[in-house]
């Protein structure tokens, strides 16, 4: 059973960076994507970024790019995602996805293991 924890959120001031873990465990990850999504109260689930297995591929949301990173480690099965500069609008629960081979998708419904998520609140 595939299982992902993020972890790393919290209440941050507008204009202070945050770093994202997700740690993926229960098969191998080998040439699976790995994405961060994020949802905020009454709105749709929204795409933040994805990874490739190699890094090779890597995608962001308009709304992101410039301020957040993702990266991953594979001998750790771990995804991070760097939040630089983060602003009010940018509070919501993030959460990782992923799904195998190399997809550039913002799609949240092409993913196919979630994490609980974690919430992130940036207060202005």
């Known amino acids: 059973q595939v299982h992902m924890v993020e972890s790393g959120g919290g209440l941050v001031q507008a204009g202070d960076s945050l770093r994202l873990s997700c740690a993926a465990s229960?098969?191998?990850?080998?040439?699976?994507?790995m994405s961060w999504f994020r949802q905020a109260p009454g709105k749709e689930r929204e795409f933040v970024a994805c990874?490739?297995?190699?890094?090779?591929?890597?995608s962001y949301g308009d709304s992101v790019k410039g301020r957040f990173t993702i990266s991953r480690d594979n001998a750790k099965d771990t995804v991070y995602l760097q939040m630089n500069s983060l602003q009010p609008e940018d509070t919501a629960i993030y959460y990782c996805?992923?799904?195998?081979?190399?997809?550039?998708?913002?799609?949240?419904?092409?993913?196919?293991?979630w994490g609980q998520g974690t919430q992130v609140t940036v207060s202005s």
């Open positions: 229960g098969r191998t990850f080998s040439g699976y994507t």
């Open positions: 996805a992923t799904r195998y081979g190399v997809v550039r998708s913002s799609l949240a419904s092409d993913y196919h293991y």
């Open positions: 990874i490739s297995w190699s890094s090779g591929t890597i």
